[in-house]
């Protein structure tokens, strides 16, 4: 097994995997797609992901997920690049073969589209969404394209055809590597039919008109972007769990003061103080498990030293709530 394979099957790489494959739905809901089922299979540390959904026009979708490599690790011009491979391995050493057995597989599992995904940071910066029957096609396009741009020495030292990675047909999203690999690339973004829902506009939600404290208010990761003028919105990538409307209401009903003791601070508007779930979000969305802070004292039970300690604090201060609540 080569040094990239034991990297790729790493417990990290299966993390961010997993990351990836729990937001594709809140991804796809977000732009206007009803999401009918996401299901996965798993052989051994490989999985495979079918997303079935109900498109904003038109018929239903059943799309097989396909992950491009990771953007995390040690070469650093890994944002430059984006492709996911159809096949780890070739059928009978043939192409052609390979392919026509891509394609068969998605059609008796009733597969229309494939959804190819990168993920950099936060962002899902491309999901192109491309038609099984299409695929082949691309293929053969990218892998043309590729071979001209080798032979008049575009790709700088490399021989190495895009599209024949190996053992592996690939397809490729990006190559900004020199200056006109993008060309590859190129052949699956103005392909009829193929479809970047990054750039699909997100959907607002309605019936969220409450100012939401137990959404964004304590960010995770970093914002050292220095900024811009006139800056173009972009869709981002966010797995929630999901909240109940009246929990927030009923534990900011019960006071309007900061809950950590010997804090105290009031609420002076509208939207002041946070609802803190003690225990996370997902292990209960329940009254007994969330107090009313203000913005540093939330800050504090994230992140401060003495998180874990004014957590159990708090934990102890809710309890009173839930007898009250089960009487009810």
């Known amino acids: 097994m080569s040094d990239n394979a034991r990297q790729f099957r790493s417990s990290e790489s ?69 492709a996911a491979q159809l096949r ?116 607002p939600m309605s019936g969220q008109s409450d100012v939401d404290g137990t959404y964004d208010d304590c960010p995770r990761g970093d914002s050292w972007d220095i900024g811009s003028d006139g800056a173009d919105r972009r869709p981002v990538m966010r797995s929630e769990v999901k909240r109940d409307q009246q929990v927030r209401r009923a534990v900011l009903a019960r006071t309007a003061v900061c809950e950590r003791a010997g804090c105290g601070q009031a609420q002076r508007y509208r939207g002041f103080l946070d609802v803190h779930h003690i225990l996370g979000a997902e292990k209960g969305d329940r009254v007994w498990n969330c107090v009313a802070l203000c913005p540093n004292c939330h800050r504090d039970a994230h992140y401060s030293a003495e998180a874990e300690a004014l957590n159990r604090q708090l934990l102890e201060y809710a309890k009173q709530f839930q007898q009250s609540q089960r009487k009810a």
């Open 14 to 82: 299966l993390a961010e995997e997993a990351v990836t494959r729990n937001a594709i739905a809140p991804f796809l809901s977000a732009r206007g797609y009803r999401v009918l089922e996401d299901r996965r299979a798993q052989t051994g540390t490989a999985i495979s992901q079918f997303v079935r959904v109900q498109g904003p026009d038109g018929p239903p979708l059943q799309m097989r997920v396909r992950l491009c490599w990771r953007r995390s690790g040690e070469r650093l011009n890994k944002v430059n690049y984006s």
């Open 88 to 203: 780890a391995r070739l059928i009978n050493d043939s192409w052609d073969n390979t392919l026509a057995f891509v394609i068969e597989r998605d059609r008796a599992e009733g597969n229309t589209h494939h959804l190819f995904v990168q993920r950099d940071g936060t962002d899902i910066v491309y999901a192109a969404l491309i038609p099984r029957e299409e695929l082949a096609p691309i293929w053969r396009g990218q892998r043309d394209v590729s071979a001209d741009l080798i032979a008049g020495g575009f790709c700088g030292r490399t021989s190495k055809n895009h599209a024949m990675n190996g053992t592996s047909p690939t397809i490729w999203l990006q190559d900004d590597r020199w200056p006109r690999a993008h060309e590859v690339a190129d052949v699956l973004w103005n392909w009829p039919g193929v479809v970047d829902l990054a750039k699909v506009p997100v959907v």
